[in-house]
Each structure stands twice: as structure tokens, then as C-alpha cells.
């Protein structure tokens, strides 16, 4: 059985389309129905998809672009938060890659398998323990974002609230600290985020040490210092 909650956060956090944009009204009724979170987390997430849903679409694209995209500290690959661009990537993200096929899911989309949306679609066909065991790994990242988003006025910050709520677990306060530590990028200065970006390629090619563990234990060392849309069907299977 689907996770309704989590699909519709993965949905959410995605690059805004049309099909996106129609789906909307749905995905917020699934959001604050979901008692799992606090009710002024469920406010918040259908106060985000009305405006996701009934603003133009050209000024939600941007706005999301100027968000997770030109900006790396509130990028969506998880990783990037982890290990930057530097080949250590490379192997934990084969690594995620293998254990999305162990577990017969495919995404359906050219994002890197760490970013978030894609791993919120592959959790919510998984058991609610794995689950929060996944999310309470990634918790600080969660807590620092979502700070981040408060300090731009953006209510995309209630999606990372959401995800802590249902981790259930609080995060290390001295890992959120060191993220905040880094100074927040700026959208508008397109020289220094070209020259932010130009680090090492990350490579996907066999690594002889990587394994196929588990996702949490992949998100475990989280502790350490153009886009389609998924599937907008939230429909249990």
C-alpha cells in the first residue's frame, strides 16, 4: 500500500508543471488529513498547495528554480549535502541506485537517484519503519533547510517539517548547526554559482567497495561533515 503522505510530499517538492499544478487540490487534502503531523504543519502544507496550485505557473517554476536549483545549500540531492562533488558521491549513489532495483522500483524521471523527491517516491511503497529510520537519518538536513526556507519566506519549508514530524525522531542540533554554518548562496549572482558548481564530475561506473546496503545506512553517514516531473497519480496501488 502506497503512502499517500509521503507520494504527495515527493510531488511536492518536485519541478512544477501543468499536470502538477492540476493535481494540486488533491495532494493538499491528502496533506491535512495526515494526523501524523501537527496541525499547524497540516495548515501550512495546504496553504503551500494552494499557492502552488492556483499561482502562475511561470512565476511557481521560478520561484522553485531561484529555491533548489541556484542555489547548492538548498539543493534536493541529498548527497551534495554529504559529500559535495567529490567522487565519494559516486559510490554512495551506485550504492542507492542497486538497492532502488533490490527492490524493484525504477524511477521514472533524469534526476540523480539522491534527490529527495526520487527517494520520497521509493518510500512510500516501503514499510513505515524503514521509513523513519530513513528519514531520522536525514533529519539535521531536514531541520537545516527548512530553516533556510523561514529565512527567504518560502512555505516550501513546511515540506521539511513535515518530513522531521514523521521521522519521528529529533535532530543532532550540532550537524543542523554546522550546515547553518555555511553562508546561504545567492540566486542572483550567476558567476559565483557557475563557479560554485564547477567542481569534480561525479562518476556512476562500477566501485569494487560498494556494496548495496540499506537506504538508512546510506543516509547514516549524513552525519558527517531541465526536469520532468515524477508520476502525479496518487492513487494507492
Sequence with gaps: MMDRTLKALSLTLSYPTAELQDVMPEIGVVLASDPRLTPATRLALQQLANDMGQGDLFDVQESYVMLFDRSRTLSLNLFEHVHGESRDRGGAMVSLIETYRAAGFEPATTELPDHLPVLL????????????????????????????????????????????????????????????????????????????????EVTFGPDPNAGCPQVRDLLATMDRPATPAPDARLAAE
Design 121 to 200: 517516491e521509493f518510500l512510500s511503497t516501503r514499510p513505515f519503519a524503514e521509513v523513519q529510520e530513513t528519514l531520522a537519518d536525514a533529519a539535521h538536513i531536514f531541520d537545516a533547510l527548512a530553516t533556510r526556507l523561514v529565512r527567504r519566506t518560502s512555505r516550501y519549508d513546511a515540506a521539511f517539517a513535515a518530513l522531521s514530524q514523521l521521522a519521528g525522531a529529533e535532530a543532532d542540533v550540532e550537524a543542523v548547526a554546522g550546515m547553518l554554518a555555511e553562508a546561504d548562496d545567492d540566486p542572483t549572482d550567476l558567476t559565483a554559482l557557475d563557479a560554485v558548481w564547477e567542481e569534480t
